[in-house]
């Protein structure tokens, strides 16, 4: 089996490392390097818990090989936060009910994220769109509407 290194930036940190050609994003990201926030859920791209961005892009990590992601820019659910200081949509999950068993709730934050950044106000039908990649058994999806709602009006300071 053939390996590549690899040189990436993670969460605004520089990461070298050699991985085989066959690793997935996802499970470099989880076995590697230790950052499990990023699921495996379905692991044919259905369900959106694996998601990331991949250069400011919501990408399914389960989907790409980490070779793919060399010369990238990585954010993952734990690099949303500031240190200890939680980023506005964690806090608006958390107060609006957009989690319950939290197992699909790092693909819908890196979803959400990636929405507010090209559409600071979304609507309702707006934000159900952009996260119908996404797939939850718990919630029922309104808290997870009223969450990004919630965390777009405080970034508006509405």
Sequence with gaps: MSTHRIHLTLNGEAIEAEVPGNRLLADF????LGLTGTKRG??????????IHLD???????????????????TTVEGLADGATL????????????????????????????????NPMPSGDEIRKALSGNLCRCTG???IVDAVGAAARTLHGI
């Design 29 to 32: 990201l989880r076995d590697d």
């Design 42 to 51: 379905c692991e044919t791209g259905v369900c959106g818990a694996c998601s």
């Design 56 to 74: 400011d892009t919501v990408t399914k990590s389960c989907l790409c090989l980490a070779f793919q992601a060399d010369g990238r820019q990585i």
């Design 87 to 118: 980023h506005v949509l964690q806090e608006a999950f958390m107060t609006h009910g957009g989690l319950q068993c939290g197992y699909c709730t790092p693909g819908f934050l890196m979803a959400s994220a990636e929405l507010l950044a090209r």
């Design 141 to 143: 999806y309104q808290g």
